[in-house]
């Protein structure tokens, strides 16, 4: 997976989480010329970091806001929460948005019912029981009716 | 989330795992007739199933082929491995493709890197990672450039 240079990336991205998808955003977005961010309270985890990577780290709790701040999250275009904790994705993306003033807050949430909770303070929400159920239903669909998906 | 009627769906659909992937995979299928049999070592598991599902349930290791012939999976069009470990996911993915000659197998893999052992054995994977990190960029994308995506 790469992303496309000649497309316009945020400049300044905190990224919340070292996990599988933190770290892979993180060499993704280092690729194509973002200044990344990435925080985590293990330093373990940002083994999983690729040669990509060439951006800060930062070991600590980011739902403390001298966290964020060190990491200068008033100055980021955008803020992913990516933790496996949806309390801690969504209260730091809710600090990110309405303290640092960050225009693009996205967040990871396991629980759906959650979700609504979010777009409330105006928090965007990626499920990933939602998108693992549309991916599976798509591969059923295609093989038994050979037809493609609307 | 719902399935549109009229397109073509699989007639026996047997279901490793009930968590929230399984649960809501199970209640969709049911919900445009499949028949659905959905299997998990913990039968508290089930609780998780929606209004709309009308499948049978049986509580077992699908790792036990016993567990696996007791859900007919020789009868199966579809066997979709969805529990939370890579593992338990490989190995009932290819009893069932390679003992049982299910046509379609479909496993949730949450280690990227593990896919290609998958493909050898004809079995088709959903990478939670890739999603998610797809859904984001994709979500970064729009908002920064405004563009649509390739």
């Not at 955008?78 to 807050?105: G, H, I, S, Y």
């Not at 409330?120 to 998906?149: H, R, W, Y």
Request: overall charge negative; proline content about 3%.
């Amino acid at each position: 997976m790469h992303l496309k240079k000649q497309r316009e990336w945020p400049q300044y991205v905190v990224i919340v989480g070292c996990g599988r998808l933190g770290s892979l955003l993180a060499g993704l977005l280092s690729e194509v010329g973002s200044s990344v961010v990435i925080i985590d309270v293990n330093e373990s985890a940002f083994e999983l970091l690729s040669a990509e990577f060439s951006g800060f780290r930062i070991v600590g709790d980011a739902v403390e806001i001298e966290v964020l701040r060190a990491a200068k999250t008033d100055k980021a275009d955008c803020l992913l929460a990516t933790t496996e904790e949806d309390n801690v994705n969504l209260m730091v993306a809710q600090v990110a948005r309405k303290l640092f003033n960050v225009p693009k807050v996205l967040a990871r949430v396991f629980d759906p019912r959650r979700e609504k909770v979010y777009r409330e303070f105006d928090i965007e929400t990626v499920s990933p029981t939602n998108l693992m159920a549309q991916a599976f239903v798509t591969s059923i669909e295609k093989k038994q009716g050979d037809k493609s998906c609307a």
